[in-house]
């Protein structure tokens, strides 16, 4: 089997704990529009579900990223039958405040990535490079990855499309099956990358349960340097 020569890296929920952050930020951002109500104990998982199809519209180029934001936070209010701000670009800046409060690396980020010497390191991500790069510098991690790569900086197209894989490697100066991608997302960062060539380590936290045959699975990143060593 050929060598692997370099490793990508998923962000959010791999490197970075979005999740967490995602979710005390919206909650915090009703809380302190609407103290005491009712349904707050809801606003994180109402915000999560919202987060697919609408970064989805952006990445399909229906709209501006700003657009989905204003878009998901007004879904947001209507479904928590609270008033759409009449400023809601205003409105969305003060929950990214809040959000960046909140970021952090997962635990086990660093320590995996000091101990990959020897391999190209990159990040392969869906989010916009900015703010994706901005969070590699917040949480300490710049100086462990090289280039965040997205789709915005790949012709427009993002995980799972098999020409963002393919302009990832090639963005490395390697064809893919010289390449690893780990990440948390099964058709992102598993099943997706396997129709190029590219192999693939899936980042299960939540433990759901076996991978796809064929697929090796991890549940901690300090799983996977001896993984990769043999």
Known sequence: MTRIKAILFDLDGTLFDHRGAADAAVTAWVARRFPG???LG????IWAALEAPYLAMWQEGRCSVQEQRRLRLAALCDELALPVPGDLDAAYDAFAALYREHWAAFPDAAGALAELGGYTIGVLTNGTLPMQEAKVRAIGLAGLVGPVLTGEVLGGHFKPAPACYTGAAAALGLPPHEVL???DDLDN???GPAV???R????DRLTAGPPPDG???ITSL???PPLVAR
């Not at 809801?42 to 998982?45: K, L, Q």
């Not at 693939?200 to 980042?203: A, G, N, R, T, V």
């Open 189 to 191: 960062d598993v099943t």
């Open 200 to 203: 693939s380590i899936w980042l």
């Open 181 to 183: 991608l780990v990440g």
């Open 196 to 198: 190029t060539g590219m």
């Open 42 to 45: 809801e606003a994180a998982a």
């Open 37 to 39: 109500h009712p349904r």
């Open 222 to 224: 300090a799983e996977l």
């Open 215 to 217: 697929f090796p699975r």
